[in-house]
Nanobody, 113 residues
Framework: HVQLVGSGGGSVQAGGSLRLSCAVSGSIGDRWCLAWFRQAPGKEREGVAGLDDSGRTTYANSVKGRFTISRDNAKNTLYLQLNSLKTEDTAMYYC????????RGQGTQVTVS
């Protein structure tokens, strides 16, 4: 039974940085994908970044060059480094196993002003 717990959100000024964390417990298997999503009020949920067991990363065009997804295997924690934040990055951010259908952690709010 996989559980994910996200943290690290906050309020920052435009141009600032944040690092989101997602503690993953339970076995995710040898072939896995972990992803970050976000949802702003009144907008559809958006896949932001993904990382798989081969080390391949995927980013939404809106965050390429600004966000970095990574994982600390020893700590079983997924990260999302958010740099050069823009007001349009304001959203609730979620970590999730797999791009669709996997368990999802609770959201962590990112507010950019």
């Amino acid at each position: 039974h996989v559980q994910l717990v996200g943290s690290g959100g906050g309020s920052v000024q435009a141009g600032g940085s944040l690092r989101l964390s997602c503690a993953v417990s339970g076995s995710i298997g040898d072939r896995w994908c972990l992803a970050w999503f976000r949802q702003a009020p009144g907008k559809e949920r958006e896949g932001v970044a993904g990382l798989d067991d081969s080390g391949r990363t995927t980013y939404a065009n809106s965050v390429k060059g600004r966000f970095t997804i990574s994982r600390d295997n020893a700590k079983n924690t997924l990260y999302l480094q958010l740099n050069s934040l823009k007001t349009e990055d304001t959203a609730m951010y979620y970590c999730q196993k797999d791009w669709s259908g996997g368990p999802r952690g609770q959201g962590t709010q990112v507010t950019v002003s």
